[in-house]
């Protein structure tokens, strides 16, 4: 008789609903911003396939896309020139 052990690995969330996006991120009592920043986030052309709106009123964010989004954003807040 063999006994085989598998580790076990936890896998990221790659999708989140955006409700729990802005807690995930830290934005509850900055939900506005949040809201700006989704907008921002959706319309690029880089970024908008992270955005996805499957059912109304129920979008959901890939987590990875939008944190890249904003690290991106970080390092670009001071060009003159919106890169949309």
């Known amino acids: 008789m063999q006994i085989k052990l598998a580790k076990t690995i936890e896998i990221p969330q790659a ?3 955006k409700d729990e996006a802005i ?4 934005y509850q009592l900055h939900k506005p911003l949040f809201q700006k920043l ?3 986030f959706k319309e690029h052309n880089d970024f908008k ?3 996805r709106l499957v059912t109304y ?3 959901i964010i890939n987590i990875q ?3 890249d989004f904003l690290i991106w954003r970080d390092k670009n807040k001071f060009k003159r ?3 949309v």
Not at 23 to 26: A, H, L, P, Q, V
Request: hydrophobic fraction near 40%; proline fraction near 5%.
């Open 15 to 17: 999708w989140m609903a």
């Open 23 to 26: 807690i995930y991120f830290g």
């Open 57 to 59: 009123g129920l979008p």
């Open 81 to 83: 020139k919106r890169q």
């Open 49 to 51: 396939e992270g955005y």
């Open 65 to 67: 896309m939008f944190d």
């Open 38 to 40: 989704l907008k921002e």
